[in-house]
């Protein structure tokens, strides 16, 4: 068995409306509340961050798969959407929807768009950040494919 561990350095100046910093072996960035949530909008945020974690997992997972049913001659893209609500001052992460666009070339196959559309569900379900958010967090993957 295999353990991996990542650190990341946190500093917080003080109250709800300042501006920190996180930084890892890999990112530095100044954090805030964002503006949505009546913060300063200062860097990125905790919605943000949680967004690009489970989007560049997934992205991440399914373009693995993708290479490994030998899929080539393709171009993977994504907008993924977080959706936080606030109900009676609580705030709650509740859905994720990633929507992967997959072009393929001019007179593919059919059964590769079947295949296409089970890995990037297969994806959602594998990806280590959304297991972790199974439960807590609504997950979804649209996939649209295109010609070209």
Known sequence: MAQHVFYLNAH????RNNIGTIETQN???KVSIPPEMDGPGIGT?????????????YIITLAAMIER???DNINLTMESEGYVDVTNGVITYQKII?????????GTSKNISTLLQKLAIK??????????????????????????
């Open 27 to 29: 990112l530095k960035t």
């Open 69 to 71: 049913s030998k899929i």
């Open 98 to 106: 990633h929507r992967p666009v997959v072009t393929i070339k001019h």
């Open 12 to 15: 917080w100046p003080g109250g």
């Open 123 to 148: 994806a959602e379900h594998s990806c280590m950040i959304s297991r972790a958010l199974k439960g807590n967090v609504e997950i979804e993957a649209i996939l649209t494919i295109e010609k070209g």
């Open 45 to 57: 945020n905790p919605d943000e961050m949680l967004l690009g974690a489970a989007a560049t997992c």
